[in-house]
């Protein structure tokens, strides 16, 4: 049965968003039918995009995150643009759906996370617990 | 169906590994389902209160496992705890527990803002959950400037704030006066049925258990039973067992005094209630007589008596001389009590605030009456003397006082005189209300 589990990864150098999407995932009962899994930065949510046994078909992801580049720590949007690219561009992780989380209320950023393959694109201020339940039954009904 | 809720032997001490230890939980294992309504019924110490705040994340166990849809919350970090506590479950207490410098609105936003939601976005969701019991336009006093009544309204609406599934209310209805009593009670039901919330209740009072589907009888740290039932039945339980199943070693007499004490003084505190049981046990076991047991009542707090108003003394003692002459049973006045619970002190005290202004021209501030009520209360409990009283009404609203004219204050101080000096007329008699 743990296979049909729908693979959900959440990816957010805050810690307080990772426990509260894992609480809603928990309390809500989701983990009933998903595998969750969390990632603070970008090097960690690569390496459980690529390999196979946890690869996610929904990922979460925050617009600014960390990135390790050239062994200094770097923080931004555009590596998380980067990143959605690379997923749809992968015959394997094309159909996975991607949700970003925005501190950003600027429109260029939300118009350049649609242009990268983001499907929904949700401001973090603005969600409510009902809201993100709401939204996690939607997509797992898909 | 999964329990949303299991406690799997749960031990929990306070003060554990010192010498003054104390187990208040012992051995504790149940199970609650989600949309369940459920009651922990059990008198002042026995450990109800522990087990909610277990439940609620407050408490972290020792000893034993919590588990919360499948997941132990003793295992939680507290960080994990913190935010377990805004997403999964909601609290209701008995004192409200509102931030005084902050309006009604802002303590609903609160826990929204703790879970990184916006100004804006919290304040929709807040003034949609105030329209839901009617307050709204409460939206921007101050807890002091409320009554009772709306305090635990919006007690309970900021419990709801994150929409948890959980909610837990530690005696909701201990500082209200009957007719809010019965709004939170109905607004707790409501919750439970039209929302689908699993909703536990921690009471010493039985009357409100009447919505409730299962009951914990709770008894030094220990369930002694659950009972799931109707409405109806639940009724019946807590009379059939309320002697035996909370106090078993406790002599007829110590029983009944317990048994009566928190129908006679409901609204009253703990300290008060102790007391009261206290001298109800002498009166019953023939230890003092009638007179000195109503003098005792109506003796000031601070003179190591009740405080209690005459009337209400004198209505109380009449009721205990009944019980020990034998005109009536102890069943049947308990059953009395359970269906027409005596009124609180809150109820007793609005009903002489009304008539003690019913003929002041202007018009009361809700501060103003609440700080009214206040003073009634120190002045039947024989905090401030008559003249204190006096002074109050009259000091300006800047030094605290209510702001009335000498002749208003004067006029207001005697008639309470006469009632708390003289008078024995039954209170419906004169009260406008």
């Given at each position: ?142 | ?350 009903k002489?605030?009304s008539w003690?202004v019913s003929d ?68 419906g008699?004169f009260s406008p209300v």
């Open positions: 049965m743990a296979d049909k589990k729908t693979k959900v990864l959440i990816v957010d150098d805050d810690e307080v968003i990772r426990i509260y999407f894992h609480d809603i995932f928990w309390i809500y009962g989701f983990e009933d039918r998903c595998e969750l899994s969390v990632a603070a930065d970008l090097d960690a949510a690569e390496r459980t995009v690529v390999d196979p046994a946890s690869r996610p078909s929904i990922v979460f992801l925050d617009l600014s995150l960390p990135k390790k580049v050239g062994g200094r720590t770097v923080i931004d949007p555009r590596y998380s643009f980067d990143f959605v690219k690379r997923i749809k561009a992968d015959p394997l992780m094309s159909e996975t759906r991607v949700v970003m989380l925005s501190d950003h209320a600027e429109k260029e950023f939300e118009a350049e996370a649609k242009e990268a393959g983001v499907d929904i694109y949700l401001r973090k201020g603005e969600n409510l617990p009902k809201d993100i339940v709401e939204l996690v039954s939607r997509l797992l009904a898909k | 169906m999964d329990p949303i809720i299991r406690l799997q032997n749960v031990n929990f001490w306070y003060e554990h590994g010192k010498p003054s230890e104390y187990l208040a939980l012992k051995d504790i294992s149940f199970d609650i389902n989600p949309g369940e309504y459920v009651a922990f019924f059990g008198a002042s110490g026995s450990g109800k209160t522990t087990l909610l705040y277990l439940i609620a994340g407050i408490e972290q166990s020792q000893d034993g496992k919590i588990i919360i849809n499948g997941r132990d919350i003793s295992t939680l970090s507290k960080q994990e705890l913190a935010i377990y506590r805004q997403v999964g479950v909601g609290m209701v207490f008995q004192q409200f527990n509102l931030i005084p410098s902050l309006s009604v609105v802002q303590n609903i936003i609160l826990p929204m803002s703790f879970l990184g939601v916006s100004q804006e976005r919290a304040k929709v969701e807040a003034m949609e959950l105030l329209k839901r019991v009617g307050i709204e336009q409460l939206a921007d006093r101050f807890p002091d400037e409320l009554s009772g009544g709306q305090q635990q309204r919006v007690g309970i609406i900021r419990a709801l704030a994150n929409n948890p599934p959980i909610i837990v209310a530690d005696e909701p209805l201990g500082n209200l006066d009957s007719t809010n009593a019965e709004t939170v009670l109905a607004f707790l039901k409501e919750l439970n049925e039209k929302d689908g919330r699993t909703v536990i209740m921690v009471t010493h009072e039985a009357w409100s258990l009447r919505d409730a589907k299962k009951i914990f009888f709770i008894k030094d740290g220990v369930i002694t039973e659950d009972k799931s039932s109707s409405p109806k039945e639940v009724g019946q339980t807590i009379s059939q067992r309320l002697y035996s199943q909370l106090s078993p070693e406790l002599s007829k007499t110590q029983l009944t005094a317990q048994a009566l004490s928190s129908l006679f003084l409901r609204g009253y505190s703990a300290p008060e209630l102790k007391r009261f049981e206290f001298f109800l046990s002498q009166r019953l076991e023939n230890k003092i007589d009638a007179d000195l047991f109503r003098m005792m009542l109506g003796r000031p707090w601070h003179s190591d008596g009740l405080g209690l108003w005459k009337q209400k003394a004198n209505k109380v003692s009449q009721w205990v001389e009944e019980v020990i002459e034998e005109k009536r049973d102890v069943e049947s006045l308990y059953k009395e009590l359970e269906t027409h619970p005596e009124a609180p002190l809150a109820d007793d005290v609005e002489l605030k003690l002041y021209r202007g018009e009361l501030s809700d501060l103003q009456s609440v700080q009214l009520r206040e003073i009634i209360v120190d002045r039947i409990r024989g905090v401030i003397s008559s003249d204190d009283m006096r002074e109050i009404l009259n000091l300006p609203r800047s030094k605290a006082g209510l702001g009335f004219s000498i002749h208003t204050a004067e006029r207001i101080k005697e008639r309470l005189d006469f009632i708390l000096n003289n008078g024995h007329p039954q209170l008699s």
